[in-house]
């Protein structure tokens, strides 16, 4: 019997692999079981930070650093205002993130820095 006739060639198989879909709040329901897990094959650099309430609005604080700062590690100041429980506990914060490095494994260019990247990941999170 040859191997062929047991597995056939992925090209031959008519079983499409699903398409993968974006999760976006309010159309997508997670179900029971479910958990969102981030794809880090898009992120360049991808960093986990705490924080003590809901920020709905960060920005990016300007700094003396360099524009367009393209070497590892990276350094970003961010100010955020939180969403607490109660207003009396909300907050304006100013972050400084540091020591900031490439953490995707592709091999691609290593001097390349998108901080938008970041950003976006700590927005998702709050």
């Not at 970041?118 to 709050?126: D, E, H, P, T, V």
Request: glycine share 4%.
């Amino acid at each position: 019997m040859d191997v062929d006739e047991l597995m056939p060639a992925i090209e031959e198989s008519e079983e499409q692999p699903p398409a993968l879909e974006a999760f976006i709040p309010g159309t997508h329901v997670l179900g029971k079981d479910e958990i969102l897990e981030p794809d880090d094959s898009v992120y360049i650099m991808r960093h986990s930070m705490n924080v003590t309430w809901p920020c709905l609005s960060f920005d990016v604080l300007r700094d003396n650093l360099g524009d367009e700062r393209q070497r590892y590690p990276a350094t970003a100041y961010l100010v955020a205002g939180t969403q607490a429980d109660q207003a009396s506990k909300n907050e304006l914060t100013v972050f400084k993130m540091s020591s900031l490095h490439r953490t995707q494994k592709d091999g691609g260019n290593d001097n390349y820095i998108s901080l938008l990247t970041i950003f976006l990941q700590i927005l998702a999170m709050m």
